[in-house]
Structure formats: C-alpha cells, structure tokens
C-alpha cells in the first residue's frame, strides 16, 4: 500500500476473492478485486474556507464545468428552466473555496455563461454570488448538440493547472443538432480528460444517449423526472465531485506468457464493461481506467483464459495493481492483488464457485437482461419482454437487490419472484420505464 499524505491522497487496497482451484484441463479464472480507497475525500463536500488559489489550495486541486441545456424544449413547461437555474445554484453553493468552475449554457451551440472569456473563475463568496446572479439571466432557445458543450468543457477544464476535472451536464431532449458520429467524436476526444455526470430531466430524452455519456467519460447517468428533483440531485452530484482526492488511477492488469483475457469489467457500484479501454503498459501488461477517487470501494470481475495444466500445478494467472501515473511520465503501484490457478483432483474444490464471482455474474446478468426486456417490450415481442423481465425479477430477489425490484414491480406485475414468474403490465409511465433503464446497471455489494 502506498505511502501517501491523507490530504492529498486516498490510501488504497486491492483484495482478491476467487475459486483458485481448476480440473484437471480447466482454464478458465475468475476473479472478484475489491479496491477500496480511505484516507481522501473525507470533508464530505462541505466548503473550505480560507484557501489558496487553485493549484495550491488544499483540498481543493479540482475544477468543474457545469453544463445546463438551454434548448427551446426546456421552456416546456416553464418550470423546468427555473428549476435548472435554482439547480446549478444549488450546485455552485456546494463548490469549496479554491475549486476552478464555469457554468456553460447548451443549444445548437455552446456558450460561456459564466465567467467568460474562456477561462475559469476561483470559487469564493464573490465568484459563487456572481455566478448564480449570470444564472438569471438564463433562457431557453435553440436546438441541442451536446458534442459542442462537451468540447467547450475540455478546453475550460484544460486551462486549470489541477489534477481533478469533472462535467456535470443536463439535457432534456434529444441530441437532434448533430450526428451520433460527431457526439462519439467528441466523447473519444474528451474521454480520459475530465469525468462527467449525466443526467436527463423529464421524459424526452434518450436513455442510451445519456447512459453513453456517462459511460464514457467514467461518470454516474441518472434520470430526474421531476424537475423539482433537480437541485437535490445537483447538490449531491457537486457533494460527490467534491470528495475526489485523486484522479487517473488506472487498474492495471499483468499476464504471463500464454494467458489471454477474456473480459474486465466493473461490477459495483454499477457494471461498467472495461475491456476495450485498455491501453498498453508493456509487453505483458495493459491499463483500464478508473477515473478519479475519494474515500469509496469498488469491485471489479477479471476473467482470464490459462494455459492447461497438471493436478499438482499452479501459477499466478494475473497480477492486478492499482498505478498513479506522474507527469514525469513515470507510475506508482498504489496496491495490488495476486490471481492465482491452481489444478486439482479435488471435485468438490475445483467445483465449488466463489460467493463473490458467483453474485457479481448475477448482477451483470441482471443489467443485461433489464435492457433485452425493455427492447423487446418497445418492438413489440411481448413474450421475450415477459421471460426477460421475469429472469430480472428472479436475479434482484435472489441477490436482494431491493432498488431494482421496486422498479421492476413498475413494469412488470410479480406473480413469484422466486421463479421468475411475471405478466407485463398493460399501461406503463414512460419516467418509470425510462428509470428501470437508466438505472439497470446499478448493483448492490455481496453479503460478506
């Protein structure tokens, strides 16, 4: 475990749990890593009173880009521009003193709302009073084309000579004034930049739309169908980005010779598929990106293909190491966890599944088939949407997944949730069903 000053770095733990023990011939490892990171983040979002600039302020080596659409549709109805507004004021009242931010206003085009001029104001008293006296003046007009308001966040983001950068971005439509070419351009282009937070207030916009954002720039998507809801959700939004103490960490995943990786994903707090990001740190060893870190813990799954092998032999399947890259170029190992295969006649031990593998393939079993139900129930195959949604009910019930039960029941009439046995409900709100998507990747951690 590295060495760090609390008040600069998380300290952090890698822990593997796993079934080591193969068959005779098996190949196949799998892996649970829990990294858990203490140490940072621990003032809870509340201001910091007294800092230095940027750069230099404890605590406060961090900057923010608030993104709020201000397309037509967000005068419909009127209340939902007022609630944005009250919302990113919510949002600059939890900034702490010393944190870099702007506020950009989203259309057809992005536009600087606050501070101007391309550059970042300080947050203080002063700079937060003025920034929620520009809210004001706020309108809704224009189209939506969120690829602009994500390059315009980078290049603000990029002028703070700080280690944390983060998005927080709102829409309430759908991204109609560009293509999805562009939008993915602009995610591949910010991605590994800064972290963004999504979210999608009412019930006009497209999940998978979101969701993507989210998903690649390593932040959280969430549905808010009651604008009212905005603030509450931007506060805790803010709270959370202000509790990140480290940014960049990067799992790194070493193989010996002959084993291939079959997949890395993260499992909790939401499944998030990691293995196309990898990027090569060597010759036996390549980098999943994690984003930046407070004082929280996360699982990952590892799967790994190894060679066959004897009764009697063993061999360490992977290495899993957390690393800080440096400017110099250079990383640090924060922590790391060995995986290990090892080959016995024992039936009961080569047999027997890992609780935490065991929940965890449940979890991202149940995700994926939340997404096939709801896909088959909007094309119509009302039979596949039944048996899909049935075999969600029956994995949140077995991994007491209480949150996506209580979503599902939204959508679904729950017969026996130990079978799966379901009938789909005739009428469904669109906020509910835009919810169970939204949130199908949520997991929960496994009864230790």
């Avoid at 709020?68 to 521009?81: A, H, L, R």
């Avoid at 963004?196 to 169908?225: F, H, P, Q």
Wanted: net charge negative; proline share 4%.
């Amino acid at each position: 475990m590295a060495n760090f000053s609390k008040s600069t770095v998380p300290q952090f733990s890698v822990e593997v749990y796993q079934n080591e023990f193969l068959p005779e011939g098996g190949r196949e490892v799998n892996a649970i890593v829990t990294v858990t990171s203490t140490g940072g983040g621990t003032s809870g979002g509340a201001p910091l009173t007294g800092a230095s600039p940027v750069s230099t302020a404890p605590g406060a080596n961090a900057a923010v880009v608030i993104m709020v659409d201000c397309s037509g549709s967000m005068d419909y109805p009127p209340t939902k521009m007022r609630n944005a507004r009250d919302a990113t004021s919510a949002a600059v009242d939890t900034l702490r003193d010393g944190v870099a931010f702007a506020v950009v206003a989203g259309t057809h085009v992005a536009k600087e709302v606050y501070p101007g001029e391309g550059r970042l104001a300080v947050a203080d008293a002063n700079t937060r009073a003025e920034a929620k006296n520009a809210l004001r003046k706020l309108s809704a007009g224009g189209g939506t084309a969120i690829g602009t308001w994500l390059r315009l966040a980078d290049r603000l983001l990029a002028s703070a000579d700080v280690s944390i950068r983060h998005g927080i971005l709102l829409t309430d439509g759908r991204n109609e004034h560009e293509t999805p070419e562009d939008l993915r351009a602009s995610l591949d282009a910010c991605a590994g930049r800064f972290t963004c937070d999504a979210r999608g207030v009412g019930t006009d916009w497209v999940v998978k739309e979101v969701t993507g954002i989210a998903s690649a720039m390593l932040g959280t998507a969430d549905i808010v169908a009651d604008p009212s809801g905005l603030a509450a959700d931007f506060t805790e939004m803010m709270e959370n980005a202000m509790g990140k103490e480290v940014a960049d960490v990067a799992l790194r995943l070493w193989t010996p010779v002959g084993v291939e990786i079959k997949f890395v994903k993260q499992v909790a707090p939401t499944v998030e598929e990691l293995t196309g990001r990898r990027t090569e740190a060597n010759a036996r060893a390549g980098d999943y990106p994690t984003g930046s870190w407070g004082d929280e813990s996360r699982d990952y799954h590892v799967c790994v293909q190894v060679p066959e092998a004897g009764v009697g032999q063993e061999m360490l399947a992977a290495r899993v190491s957390l690393i800080l890259p440096a400017a110099d170029g250079t990383s640090q190992v924060l922590s790391q966890g060995l995986v290990r295969a090892v080959w016995t006649d024992d039936m009961v031990a080569s047999t027997s599944i890992n609780p935490q593998v065991a929940h965890y393939t449940g979890q991202a079993e149940l995700a994926q088939v939340i997404q096939q139900g709801l896909e088959a129930r909007k094309s119509g195959d009302f039979d596949g949407a039944t048996a899909k949604l049935g075999r969600a009910v029956q994995l949140a019930s077995d991994s007491g997944n209480a949150d996506t039960a209580k979503l599902l029941s939204k959508v679904v009439d729950v017969v026996d949730a130990a079978t799966g046995t379901v009938r789909l409900k005739a009428k469904v709100a669109d906020a509910d069903e835009m919810t169970l998507e939204t949130r199908s990747t949520k997991t929960v951690r496994v009864k230790k």
